[in-house]
């Protein structure tokens, strides 16, 4: 096998791991209406029954008890109930819940004080370790589970044990009273498998997504389910990848010549679980008690993300320019107005007439063929006036001729 290439599966990976995954549920965190991969199971009994107890406001026993969930990949959790007012139904089925979205009845008191008591007791802690430790001797696991429970429940729905009622056991008041008194609020357990985002969308010829990995294991195998050509990359070396450690991340790239399409990468593996998940009855059946898991498990977790893309982008055409009308000669361009030229004038509406000459001063001078006809007009009145002297001078001299 290749070793730069991811596991190609089918998207149906049914361990129900599948479904446990995300949440180790955070204490205080905004409630959901459900986990996108809760477990599911089914209450198969009980694994130990602990002395009856009488609580104050009550003149009735309770039997706590250390509760078995199977889950539906197999595997048995041992629980505690964190529903002190609810009923247990045999067969109930159960699934994952935050803890901020408690769905019990009555207050939650404090749950950060729940989950230090659940690491520090039986059955996480051995039931010689946890005699040791609160100083109850001869403590046995029927009275340890006694005592626990009575706690759990002092910080999850506010009850006091009575302790002055001489029915209850005495062993189990004495460890009730050390983890109630020295209960701390503790970090809530981190989660096992976290791929996020859920999903992500891009085109071909990218590397879709940077998908983040959280999990409790060293590192986990991605499976991928993909058309030919997809691959999951390191997104700071480009480079092929089918393992992802704590931390780490991945993106899935996608062929430029891809056609639009989907693709799944899923990671499963086996893990720790940590005390402190809470389970509560399904929808559609009657009321059961809250659960918390008692103590670690080794449980098969998985999660899934989706990837879509589109066709790549496709190169614009080049624009046809347009042609000019005499061959071979670019069009000229538009000359754009200079915005400092001075606009032409607008004419008047009224034009201004010409002024008349005025006679009495002197004309400008006369050239071209208006002052060839002024020289001529000006001979002919020489001859004219010549012509009429010499004709008075002949009249003259006829009339001297005469008279003498």
């Known amino acids: 096998m290749n070793p730069h290439s991811p596991h190609r599966r089918g998207r149906a990976l049914t361990t129900v791991a599948a479904t446990a995954t995300a949440a180790l549920l955070a204490f205080g965190v905004a409630a959901s209406p459900a986990l996108a991969n809760a477990a599911r199971g089914t209450y198969v009994g009980n694994a130990v029954n602990g002395p009856h107890l009488y609580f104050e406001g009550t003149h009735q026993s309770v039997r706590p008890s250390l509760f078995n969930l199977k889950l539906e990949g197999g595997e ?79 910080f999850s729905n506010g009850t006091k044990l009575d302790e002055s009622n001489p029915r209850n056991d005495a062993s189990a008041i004495a460890l009730y009273e050390y983890l109630v008194k020295n209960a701390k609020a503790i970090e809530q357990p981190e989660p096992t498998l976290t791929i996020t985002p859920k999903s992500v969308e891009g085109k071909a010829g990218e590397t879709i997504g940077e998908f983040k990995v959280e999990t409790s294991a060293e590192s986990l195998e991605l499976d991928l389910t993909a058309p030919d050509g997809v691959e999951l990359v390191d997104l700071e070396t480009g480079k092929p990848v089918e393992k992802v450690a704590d931390g780490g991340s991945f993106g899935v790239k996608v062929p430029e010549d891809a056609k639009p399409g989907e693709a799944t990468v899923s990671a499963s593996t086996t893990a720790e679980v940590k005390a402190g998940r809470l389970f509560k009855g399904v929808e559609g059946q009657k009321a059961t008690q809250t659960l918390i898991t008692a103590k670690s498990s080794e449980i098969s977790v998985t999660d899934e993300v989706a990837v879509k893309w589109a066709e790549a982008d496709k190169d614009k055409p080049t624009p046809t320019p347009t042609p000019s009308d005499k061959p071979g000669e670019k069009p000229s361009p538009t000359p754009t107005p200079d915005d400092s030229e001075s606009p032409s004038p607008t004419p008047d509406d009224k034009e201004t007439p010409a002024p008349k000459p005025d006679d009495s001063k002197p004309s400008l001078p006369v050239t071209g063929a208006a002052l060839t006809g002024l020289v001529a007009a000006g001979v002919a009145a020489v001859g004219a006036g010549g012509g009429a002297i010499y004709l008075s001078r002949k009249r003259r001299s006829a009339t001297d001729s005469a008279g003498e």
Not at 83 to 99: L, M, P, R, S, V
Request: with cysteine; net charge negative; charged share 20%.
């Open 76 to 154: 048995t959790l041992q629980t505690y109930c964190i529903d002190y007012e609810t009923q247990i139904i045999g067969g109930a089925k159960y699934e994952e819940n935050e803890w901020a979205n408690y769905p019990g009845k009555g207050d939650f008191a404090d749950p950060a004080k729940v989950h230090w008591i659940l690491q520090n007791s039986y059955p996480t802690v051995g039931v010689q370790a946890v005699a040791e430790k609160s100083g109850v001797a001869g403590l046995t696991k029927e009275q340890a589970v006694a005592g626990t429970q009575a706690a759990i429940w002092h």
